[in-house]
C-alpha cells in the first residue's frame, strides 16, 4: 500500500466501457465508449451534469447497475488488474466494502435504521476479519474517533437518525474505512445534502484521510467548486461521453472543450463572472439520450459546432501532457482571451 | 458580454404520462389482466342483457321446473319455478354491477367530501370529523349495514345505501391521508400564493391529484358490495322477488341444494367470479399505483 | 436607498414559531423566525444567505402571508398588511409572488401548461377569455417557453423549462415584490445560469423588487444588491453586497465565505479556518448569541446575551459582541 509509485500501473482501469438501459421508449445509451483510469492515491473527480453517465459508471465500477434494465454491453474494469465484469457475485461482494467502498449524498438511506452505528461499523470489521464482537466495536469507537466525531464512544451508541447530516456522512465515512485495505473510495455527491460550513468540513476530512490511509478517490460531482478543492484529476462528462480529461489547474486554466468552458464559466463563483452583469450559459437542455446517435452530442447546444460535429464524434485529441479531449472544435489558447 | 441568452430550444423529453405509464404495467401484470377481462365480460353481459339473454327472466313455466342444465333450450337450466337460468344470470350481472357502482359511488362521494375538509381544514375539523368516523369503523361492517337497511326498510336502492354508507368511513380515510400529503406541496402553496380560493382550491387543485389512492380501494369496493348486497339480499333486506339478484337467487332455493344443485350454485359461482374478477383487478391496480414499487 | 423615502415593503420585528407536537414529551416552540427586520425598495434585490434550519425560507412565506406571523408588522409602501383578509388578502396577492424551489413539486402534475400560467389572471378576473389567451402566450414567449407547448402538462418539460414556467405564472400578474425561495437551487448548473439571467433580464425590464432566498452564497453574491446573512431564525449581517464581499463583519458571515468553495484550484491551498461544530438545532438554540459554540471570538457575554443588530458603519448592520463592543 505504502510503497506505490506513480509509474506503477493504474489502480483502477475503465476501457471501452458502454452500459445500456433498456427501456420502454428504447435503448438509452447511458455511457460510451468510455475510458477512464484511476491512479494508486489519485481523486478523480468525474462531473457533469444530470443524465450524464456519471453515477452510472460508478454503479458500473461495484456492478450495482439493476439488470435489467441495465446492461454492461461491453468494456472491461481492470481493478488491480483484475477484471471486475468477470467476478462471480460472490466475489463482487467480498470487493464491495473491502477494497472498493462507496458514500453517497443521502447517507440515512444506506445505514440501517435499526442498529447502532458502532455495531453497523463492527460488522463490517467482522465480516472481513475474524475479529471479536468487542474488539470490532472498540475498532469502530477508533475509526468514529479518526472521523472527527465528538465523544465518539458515546456515538457509536447511537441510531442514524439521532444524528446530524454531516455527522452521518462522517459515520458512513468511518465504514468505507473499516475495511482491511481501502483501495477505492467512490464518493456519489457526498456532500450535494450538507451544508456549507458542514460541506467543507467534510471535503478537508476526505483530504486528510486519502493522505492518511493511502487511498484513492472517486469523486462524482457536479460542483465546480468542489473538485476545485478536491480533486487531483477531473473527467468531464456529457451525455453518456467522456468530452475532456485533464489534471485540475490545466481542465481550470486551459479547457479545450467547448462544454468544459461552459461549465466552468457559469458558476457564479467563478473568477471569471467577477463583477459581470450576466453569467456565461449554454444555450439549450441536455438532449434526450434516446436521441443521439453518433454525432457530438453537444453539437445542439455548441456555439462552434459544425457538420463535421453532427456527422461523427471525434477522436480523441491532446492538449498536453495528461490532457485529452474529444471536440472537432477546441477552444485554443488565443480564443479564451477575448 | 450584456447579450442575454434565454431562448431555450424546441426539445421536450417524451415522457410517458401517469395513465399511459401505468396502463402500460397493468398489461403486463397477468392476474389483473385476468380480472380486467371477467369485468369486461360481465359488464358485456350486463349492457347487452336484452339481446344476449335468451329468455324473460321473470317469465315462469312451470312444466319445465327444475331442467338440468346442458338441456335442449336451456343451457343452465331453469329454477324451481322453470325460468331460465342463464337469463336470470345475466340480467343478475346488471343488477350485481349497478349495485356495486352506485354503491361506491355513495362512499366516494360521502367520503369524498368529509375526508377532503378533514384533511384540509386540519385542527377541530379534521378531529370531529375523524371521530365519527372511528366510531363508525368500531361497528362490525355488516352490522352496520343490517341496522341501516333496517332502518331504510328492506329494498334494493336501500340496500345500496346502506353499503355506501357503512363502506364510507374507509375512503373517507383514504383520501384525509392523501389530502394530507397533497396540501403540503409547493404546488398548492403557490396556487394560494396566487389569491387561489379555498374552494377552488380544495376541489380542483388537490382532490384531482388526491385521488389516485382511492382507485385501488374503489375497485376492491365494488367487489365487497357486490358479496354485501348479496348477502343483504340472502337475508330478505335486499332485492325482493322476483327480482333475478344473484344473493337472493341463492336464497330462494337454499333448499334444493341437495336435489337440483345448479339452482343454488350457479348464482354462486357468477357471485364469485365477478368479486374475483374485482380483487384481481384492485390487487393489479395497487402494486401498480404504489409509489414504493415504482422506481 | 435614501432613508426619507418610503420602502415598497418592510418587516418590523417579524416572528414566526412553530408549536411541534410530537409524541415525545411536552410540546416545544420551534422559533423559525425570532425578529427579523427588513426592508426593501422598489426594483431592489436583496439576497437572504443562510444554511438549512436558518429559517430564510419562512421568512419569504412569512412576508407573502403564507404563514401568518405570530408578532411583527408587515407593511407594504407604508400600510400595514398584518390585519387585511378576505379580499384585501386577495388583492394583496396581486403585487406579491413567489417563485418555488423544486420545478417538480411546484406545478400542478394535472394542470396544463396554459391552465397553470393563466390561473393567476382567472383569479383575479383580469379580462376575457381571449385576453387571457394572449397574456398567458406573451407571458410563456418572454419566459423562453414555446406557446405552442400550453397544452403539455408539466412532466413533459425538463427541469429547467418548468422552472421558467413558474416564473411565468408568478409574473404573469406583473407583481411589484417577487420571492424566489431556492429558485435555481434545484437546477444543473448550466441551467441555472439560464434563469439567473432571464431573473435579471425580467427585473430589469418590469422593474419588480426581489427577495432572493438561497443556501448558495455564490448564486447569492452573484443576484443580489443587498445581502442578509441569517443564522438559526435572526438576522446576523446586513450590507451592500461589495462591503459584505470586501469585508465580513459577523464571524458566522466570514465562516461561510471561507467555507464556500471556490471554482479556482490555485487558492486552494490559500484556505484559513473552517469553522467547526454542527449547525445546532433551531428546536433549541445556544444561549445567549446562538454563533457562540462554533465561534473563534466567543467571550462570556456572548454565551450569556443575544447581541442586538446594530449599524457597525454606514450602511451596514451587524449582531456581534466582538464586532460592536459594548
Not at chain 1, 70 to 79: N, Q, V
Amino acid at each position: 500500500m505504502s510503497d506505490n509509485n506513480p509509474t506503477q500501473a493504474p489502480l483502477l482501469d475503465i476501457q471501452d466501457l458502454q452500459v445500456n438501459f433498456h427501456t420502454r421508449r428504447g435503448l438509452v445509451r447511458a455511457v460510451r465508449n468510455l475510458n477512464l483510469s484511476i491512479n494508486e492515491g489519485e481523486t478523480l473527480a468525474l462531473v457533469g451534469e444530470s443524465g450524464c453517465g456519471k453515477s452510472v459508471t460508478a454503479h458500473a465500477i461495484t456492478r450495482l447497475v439493476p439488470m435489467p434494465p441495465g446492461d454492461i454491453a461491453s468494456g472491461s474494469i481492470l481493478f488491480r488488474g483484475d477484471n471486475l465484469l468477470d467476478l462471480s457475485e460472490r466475489e463482487m461482494r467480498t470487493l464491495r466494502g473491502s477494497k472498493i467502498s462507496m458514500i453517497f449524498q443521502e447517507p440515512m438511506t444506506s445505514l440501517n435504521p435499526v442498529f447502532t452505528i458502532g455495531t453497523q461499523i463492527a460488522e463490517v470489521f467482522r465480516t472481513h476479519t475474524n475479529m471479536g464482537k468487542k474488539e470490532a466495536f472498540e475498532k469502530a469507537v477508533e475509526l468514529l474517533d479518526l472521523v472527527k466525531i465528538p465523544a465518539p464512544a458515546k456515538r457509536a451508541q447511537s441510531y442514524p437518525h439521532q444524528l446530524s447530516g454531516g455527522m452521518r456522512q462522517r459515520a458512513m465515512i468511518a465504514m468505507a474505512l473499516a475495511s482491511p485495505e481501502p483501495g477505492l473510495m467512490i464518493a456519489d455527491e457526498p456532500t450535494t445534502a450538507l451544508d456549507v460550513t458542514i460541506q467543507a468540513q467534510i471535503l478537508q476530512l476526505l483530504s486528510e484521510l486519502k493522505e492518511r490511509v493511502g487511498m484513492s478517490i472517486l469523486l462524482i460531482t457536479h460542483d465546480m467548486g468542489v473538485v476545485a478543492e478536491t480533486a487531483d484529476r477531473v473527467a468531464v462528462m456529457y451525455a453518456g461521453r467522456k468530452v475532456e480529461d485533464a489534471p485540475v489547474e490545466e481542465l481550470f486554466a486551459n479547457p479545450q472543450h467547448p462544454y468544459a468552458a461552459g461549465l466552468l464559466g457559469c458558476q457564479p463563483s467563478s473568477p471569471q463572472n467577477k463583477g459581470a452583469h450576466r453569467l456565461e450559459s449554454i444555450d439549450g437542455s441536455v438532449p434526450d439520450l434516446l436521441s443521439i446517435g453518433e454525432e457530438c452530442p453537444f453539437s445542439n447546444r455548441c456555439p462552434n459546432a459544425s457538420d463535421r460535429c453532427r456527422a461523427g464524434f471525434p477522436e480523441k485529441s491532446e492538449a498536453g501532457p495528461n490532457h485529452a479531449y474529444w471536440c472537432h472544435h477546441p477552444i485554443s489558447n488565443s480564443g479564451v482571451a477575448s | 458580454m450584456n447579450e442575454t441568452k434565454t431562448a431555450t430550444t424546441d426539445e421536450i423529453p417524451a415522457e410517458p404520462g401517469f395513465w399511459r405509464e401505468s396502463w402500460y404495467q397493468l398489461t403486463r401484470n397477468r392476474a389483473a389482466m385476468v380480472g380486467l377481462v371477467i369485468i369486461a365480460l360481465f359488464a358485456i353481459l350486463a349492457i347487452f342483457a336484452p339481446l344476449l339473454a335468451p329468455a324473460d327472466p321473470v317469465v315462469q313455466s312451470i312444466s319445465e321446473r327444475m331442467t338440468p342444465p346442458l338441456s335442449p333450450g336451456y343451457l343452465l337450466g331453469t329454477d324451481d319455478l322453470g325460468r331460465d337460468m342463464l337469463s336470470r344470470i345475466i340480467y343478475g350481472g346488471r343488477i350485481s354491477l349497478v349495485i356495486g357502482v352506485v354503491s361506491v359511488g355513495i362512499s366516494l362521494v360521502l367520503g369524498g367530501i368529509l375526508g377532503l375538509a378533514a384533511g384540509y381544514f386540519g385542527g377541530w375539523t379534521d378531529r370531529i370529523i375523524m371521530r365519527i368516523i372511528d366510531i363508525m369503523l368500531a361497528f362490525p361492517y355488516i352490522l352496520l349495514t343490517i341496522v341501516i337497511v333496517a332502518m331504510l326498510g328492506p329494498s334494493l336502492f336501500n340496500a345500496m345505501v346502506a353499503i355506501g354508507i357503512s363502506q364510507m368511513p374507509r375512503y373517507a380515510r383514504v383520501i384525509r391521508a392523501s389530502v394530507i400529503s397533497e396540501r403540503e406541496q409547493d404546488y398548492v402553496l403557490a396556487e394560494r400564493s396566487l389569491g387561489t380560493s379555498d374552494l377552488e382550491l380544495m376541489f380542483r387543485t388537490i382532490l384531482p391529484n388526491a385521488l389516485a389512492p382511492t382507485i385501488v380501494q374503489a375497485t376492491l369496493g365494488v367487489g365487497e358490495a357486490i358479496l354485501s348486497s348479496a348477502g343483504l339480499s340472502f337475508l330478505g333486506l335486499g332485492a325482493q322477488p322476483p327480482t333475478p339478484e344473484w344473493g337472493l337467487m341463492i336464497a330462494s332455493s337454499k333448499q334444493f341444494i341437495t336435489t337440483a344443485w345448479w339452482i343454488v350454485t350457479l348464482p354462486g359461482i357468477a357471485i364469485l367470479l365477478t368479486v374475483l374478477g374485482f380483487n384481481l383487478l384492485g390487487d393489479g391496480l395497487r402494486d401498480i399505483l404504489d409509489p414504493r414499487m415504482r422506481d | 436607498m435614501s432613508p426619507t423615502e418610503t420602502p415598497l415593503l418592510e418587516a418590523r420585528g417579524i416572528r414566526k414559531h412553530f408549536t411541534i407536537n410530537d409524541d415525545r414529551g411536552p410540546a416545544r416552540t420551534l422559533k423559525a423566525v425570532d425578529g427579523v427586520d427588513l426592508s426593501i425598495q422598489a426594483g431592489e434585490i436583496v439576497g437572504v444567505v443562510g444554511e438549512s434550519g436558518c429559517g430564510k425560507s419562512i421568512l419569504g412565506k412569512t412576508i407573502l402571508r403564507l404563514y401568518e406571523p405570530n408578532d411583527g408588522e408587515l407593511l407594504w409602501k407604508g400600510e400595514d398588511l398584518t390585519a387585511v383578509s378576505g379580499p384585501g388578502l386577495k388583492a394583496m396577492r396581486r403585487d406579491m409572488q413567489m417563485i418555488f424551489q423544486d420545478p417538480f413539486s411546484s406545478l400542478n402534475p394535472r394542470k396544463k401548461v396554459h391552465q397553470i400560467i393563466s390561473q393567476p389572471l382567472r383569479v383575479h378576473k383580469l379580462g376575457a377569455p381571449s385576453e387571457l389567451t394572449s397574456r398567458t402566450e406573451a407571458v410563456m414567449r418572454e419566459v423562453g417557453i414555446n406557446p405552442a407547448y400550453g397544452r403539455r402538462y408539466p412532466h413533459q418539460f425538463s427541469g429547467g423549462q418548468r422552472q421558467r414556467i413558474g416564473i411565468a405564472r408568478a409574473l404573469a400578474l406583473e407583481p411589484e415584490f417577487v420571492v424566489c425561495d431556492e429558485a435555481v437551487s434545484a437546477l444543473d448548473v448550466s441551467i441555472q445560469a439560464q434563469i439567473l439571467n432571464l431573473l435579471l433580464d425580467l427585473r430589469d425590464k418590469h422593474g419588480f423588487a426581489n427577495l432572493f432566498i438561497s443556501h448558495d452564497l455564490a448564486v447569492v453574491k452573484f443576484i443580489a444588491e443587498r445581502i442578509m446573512v441569517m443564522y438559526l431564525g435572526r438576522i446576523v449581517e446586513q450590507a451592500s453586497k461589495n462591503d459584505l464581499m470586501a469585508e465580513p463583519l459577523h464571524p458566522y458571515t466570514r465562516a461561510l465565505l471561507e467555507a464556500f468553495p471556490v471554482a479556482d484550484p490555485s487558492v486552494r491551498h490559500k484556505k484559513k479556518q473552517i469553522v467547526v461544530g454542527d449547525v445546532p438545532s433551531p428546536m433549541d438554540p445556544p444561549k445567549g448569541c446562538h454563533f457562540h459554540p462554533r465561534c473563534p471570538l466567543a467571550s462570556e457575554k456572548c454565551r450569556n446575551e443575544y447581541p442586538p443588530l446594530k449599524e457597525a458603519a454606514p450602511g451596514r448592520l451587524v449582531a456581534c459582541w466582538a464586532v460592536n463592543g459594548e
